[in-house]
């Protein structure tokens, strides 16, 4: 995706947020969702996708987050480089995750790169990354 196809995206974004977000306060109180999610939900519907639980992509290649009740955050948080993509290195994702992280006995072992074994910024983690 190039800049100008990303700063147009953006644009749709902030002019959906605008029209049919800003300024409004959620109406839940008809909601029959027994969890905290239903602002999430209503959030969701403004803004023209379906509610889901998922962390993929909603809209238009950007995941929407409703953490607290302040704030609502857009974002592409994936990497800017992954070594394990670069040929240079000849090493996959599954190799790299192998060695960088850590097996979840919760889901047979499958190997992630979060919690413990992330890098910390200005700080070094449990395995000595920083």
């Known amino acids: 995706m190039t800049n100008i196809d990303r700063n147009k995206i953006i644009k749709k974004i902030v002019i ?5 977000v800003k300024g409004k306060k959620p109406n839940v109180s008809k909601s029959d969702i027994k ?3 239903k602002q999430g939900h209503w959030l969701e519907k403004q803004m023209g996708i379906s509610h889901n639980a998922s962390n993929k992509p909603d809209l238009y290649g950007f995941e929407m987050k409703n953490h607290t ?6 974002g592409d948080w994936s990497a800017d ?3 394990f993509k670069d040929e240079d290195y000849k090493i996959s994702r ?6 960088f992280g850590l097996p979840n006995i919760l889901k047979n ?5 979060s919690g413990r074994s992330c890098p910390k910024i200005g700080n070094f983690n449990a395995f000595g990354k920083n």
Not at 69 to 74: A, H, P, S, V, Y
Not at 94 to 99: G, I, N, P, T, Y
């Open 35 to 37: 969890h905290d999610g």
């Open 109 to 113: 072992n499958r190997y992630s790169w």
């Open 81 to 83: 480089y992954y070594i």
């Open 94 to 99: 599954k190799d790299f995750l192998k060695a």
């Open 69 to 74: 009740r302040g704030k609502t955050t857009f």
């Open 16 to 20: 959906l947020f605008k029209n049919n």
